[in-house]
């Protein structure tokens, strides 16, 4: 243990000796420690983009390396190699086809492990005969593996587990720059930055593979739906802090279902490809394009409102209907448009705005674009006894309808006013997905108190605090209360959701044959799919029917 500690320092100080005299200035003008920051900075950045954190690695490299052109080739399943990113001195990327590197030095590299420059490969021993080298005319050139933890074969006991006792590092790639025309010629210095980089180039690899299993779709390379409902919130979030506009745009590729039968599934994962690609090329890097659907895309603009999406919509959709898909003929795109807050009060509602939009652009006759406007695309609100049952979407018209008889059968069972509900609050704990509902009624005197409170895992609280503004507003008013955490500062600023950490609540009057005879309130503390806006309705109908048994209780 300890000769291997001081082995260590040895090596320590002769890299001391090799890179110090130039960490804090090159021949080029620049600091290495500088653009190691850079490249860390790159690398942590908090909206991660493969391309680009590559890109600024592979500039680095160049400026460090003095070199004329730098590449990052990676290693397939088969055992070929391809090339990921390419970059010229002038930090102009270099398609794969036009890129030629020497292959018998990556070929090398790869076999053997190790790293290799070479300053003069004209008196190289080795590559000096290399058919490459010449054609190429290079006259230095470094190559260093580029190393990843991977899994190891080797299996788990009876316990199962998922890794093995260690974790194998392997070469997936290389990272390789080269100079011709005797411009510069690499050294043991530059070999010892050069490494460093590609260790800042593996670990994006490594951040890049776990990043693309959680968020990215495996067909189109867009993030997924689940991913894009994260950061919708975040960005409606920083939208209602610095007061501008945030835009949702939905893409539907028409007809698809017909093409995808017609022409086979290959054919339909070849138009998702096709038109995830449009989006791509038409949006900032601030921008969030996501697979909505099986046929469906969802774009999130930052900073732009509903005149700036509607004119980048007719982009995407002129862009797509002009493209040739070959023997599949014309495909094309119907999109609606929506923008927080002109178009809604939540996030949630501008999405739903952005699909009524859609649903308009469909019915009038595809391949156009639509914005949603308010009066033309606003459904009137049910006034009959089916409010807040029934809102036109098929699965959650079907699902309202059973849960709710299912609470009116349930609540036929039990005769207590305990047993009431307890019975009514874990059914709206379940529909809500809220953290904590609590249940205010009315006493003879006028009064309301705290008749129960129950939190999602079924037990009972005690000594609860929530928002009371809230509570009295719906007692006094009748109407529903919702707010967002990000959406409603008056809301956010009351002590008690400050020191609870509420983001969402929500609040029904009970109402029993015209009457206010109580209050539910619900609340969440997760920003994800819980507490809604349009759940307002729902437990309006569902809290009408508790009130019911409880005056009959």
């Known amino acids: 243990m300890g000769t291997e500690f001081f082995e260590g320092v040895d090596d320590l100080d002769r890299l001391d000796q090799l890179i110090l005299p130039g960490l804090h200035a090159r021949e080029s003008g620049g600091c290495v420690w500088s653009y190691l ?53 002038e930090k102009k990327g270099l398609e794969e086809k036009e890129f030629k590197a020497s292959r018998t030095i990556v070929d090398k590299v790869l076999s053997d492990g190790k790293p290799i420059f070479s300053g003069n490969l004209a008196e190289d021993p080795v590559f000096s005969k290399s058919d490459s080298v010449r054609e190429l005319k290079l006259t230095s050139a470094m190559c260093v593996p580029v190393r990843a933890r ?3 074969d080797t299996k788990g006991g009876d316990e199962r587990r998922l890794f093995g006792k260690t974790a194998k590092i ?39 593979r776990l990043y693309s299993q959680v968020a990215m779709d495996d067909v189109t390379r867009l993030f997924t739906r689940h991913y894009f409902e994260r950061r919708l919130l975040d960005i409606a979030r920083t939208s209602a802090l610095e007061a501008s506009p945030v835009a949702v745009v939905l893409v539907d590729i028409d007809h698809f279902h017909d093409l995808r039968v017609k022409h086979g599934e290959a054919a339909g994962d070849k138009v998702l490809r096709a038109v995830a690609q449009t989006l791509r090329v038409h ?62 009060e939540s996030p ?41 049952i029934l809102c036109g979407d098929p699965a959650r018209d079907y699902r309202n309808v059973e849960v709710l008889l299912e609470l009116i059968e349930a609540l036929h069972g039990v005769t207590g006013r305990r047993e009431v509900l307890r019975l009514a609050m874990t059914r709206l704990l379940e529909r809500t997905r809220a953290d904590r509902c609590l249940v205010f009624l009315k006493t003879d005197t006028g009064d309301h108190v705290l008749a129960s409170a129950l939190d999602r895992d079924g037990k009972e609280l005690t ?88 005056a009959s209780a």
């Open 283 to 344: 949006l900032r890097a601030s921008d969030l394009p996501a697979r909505y659907g099986s046929d469906e895309f969802v774009m999130l603009l930052p900073d732009t409102d509903a005149s700036g999406a509607e004119t980048l919509a007719e982009k995407v959709r002129a862009a797509v209907a002009g493209a040739s898909f070959g023997d599949l003929g014309a495909v094309t795109v119907s999109v609606g448009v929506a923008s927080f807050p002109s178009h809604g």
């Open 37 to 89: 920051c850079e490249a860390g900075e790159a690398l942590n950045a908090r909206a991660f983009d493969f391309d680009s954190t590559l890109a600024t690695i592979l500039d680095i490299t160049l400026e460090l390396t003095r070199a004329d052109r730098a590449a990052l080739m990676l290693v397939g399943e088969a055992g070929q190699f391809s090339v990921c990113l390419a970059r010229d001195r």
């Open 150 to 152: 991977t899994r190891e």
């Open 170 to 208: 392997e070469a997936v790639g290389v990272l390789y720059v080269d100079a011709s025309g005797g411009t510069h010629t690499f050294g043991e210095r530059d070999l010892w930055i050069f490494q460093a980089l590609a260790n800042q180039a593996a670990a994006v690899l490594q951040n890049a």
């Open 348 to 388: 949630h509602e501008v999405v739903f705005r952005a699909d009524q939009a859609l649903h308009r652009a469909k019915s009038g006759g595809r391949n156009k674009v639509v914005v949603w406007r308010h009066g033309r695309d606003e459904r009137e609100p049910r006034a009959d006894r089916l409010a807040g």
């Open 463 to 550: 000594a609860v605090r929530y928002s009371q503004s809230m509570v009295e507003k719906v007692e006094k008013t009748l109407q529903a209360a919702h707010f967002v955490e990000a959406l409603d500062p008056k809301v956010t600023s009351t002590e008690s959701v400050r020191e609870l950490g509420i983001v969402r609540a929500l609040c029904v009057p009970m109402i029993a044959h015209g009457l206010g005879v109580g209050a539910v309130y619900l609340d969440s503390r997760s920003a994800h799919d819980s507490v809604l806006a349009e759940d307002a309705a729902f437990v309006q109908a569902m809290t009408t029917q508790v009130a019911l048994a409880l």
